[in-house]
């Protein structure tokens, strides 16, 4: 029986399940995105990158967040907060 190769079942495991987005920026860009993500308490410039399109894909649809909702006085008045 083969020896179970694990570095070969992650990448395989990842070909399977994710789909890979290579983005360039210009020279010394990427140390500044780091540091913001750094900044932030994301775990990974991948974690914040994915976030990132996650939060601009929820703006670009015409869903509300029930959190961003508030009444005040007692009309049937509501503000929305984005």
């Known amino acids: 029986m083969p020896e179970f190769n694990q570095s070969k079942y992650i990448n395989e ?22 540091e913001k993500r750094k900044e932030k308490g ?12 996650r939060r601009d894909n929820n703006e670009d649809n015409s869903n ?12 049937n008045s509501i503000n929305i907060r984005k």
Do not use: M, W
């Open 13 to 34: 495991f990842a070909k399977e399940k994710y789909d890979r987005i290579i983005v360039q920026v210009p020279k010394g860009q990427k140390a500044i995105i780091d």
């Open 42 to 53: 994301y775990s990974s410039l991948n974690a914040y990158i994915c976030e990132l399109i």
């Open 64 to 75: 509300i967040n029930v959190s961003n909702i508030s009444q005040s006085g007692t009309n």
